[in-house]
């Protein structure tokens, strides 16, 4: 396990077949740069604020209601 934990990616078998592998969990990121957040953002598509709007009333709509009547 430390040697997975430092990295290492282990192929198990049986009887000679592979059958999987033993690969360290990637970690996620909690913080993001800032450089790394205005990079992304630059190519980001602009967002339409009205057209935002009216996917969320017909959404609202189409989900309003009782629950259960589905």
């Known amino acids: 396990m430390d040697a997975v934990q430092g990295g290492q990616v282990f192929t198990v078998?049986?009887?000679g077949?592979?059958?999987g592998e033993l690969i360290p969990l990637r970690r996620r990121r909690r913080f993001v740069p800032r450089?790394?957040?205005s990079a992304?953002?630059?190519t980001a598509p602009d967002v339409?604020?009205?057209a935002f709007?009216?996917?969320h009333d017909?959404?609202?709509e189409r989900e309003s209601g009782d629950p259960y009547a589905r």
């Open 13 to 15: 078998t049986r009887d």
């Open 17 to 19: 077949h592979r059958v």
């Open 35 to 37: 450089a790394g957040y």
């Open 40 to 42: 992304v953002s630059r």
């Open 48 to 50: 339409s604020l009205d």
């Open 53 to 55: 709007r009216d996917d």
């Open 58 to 60: 017909v959404v609202a």
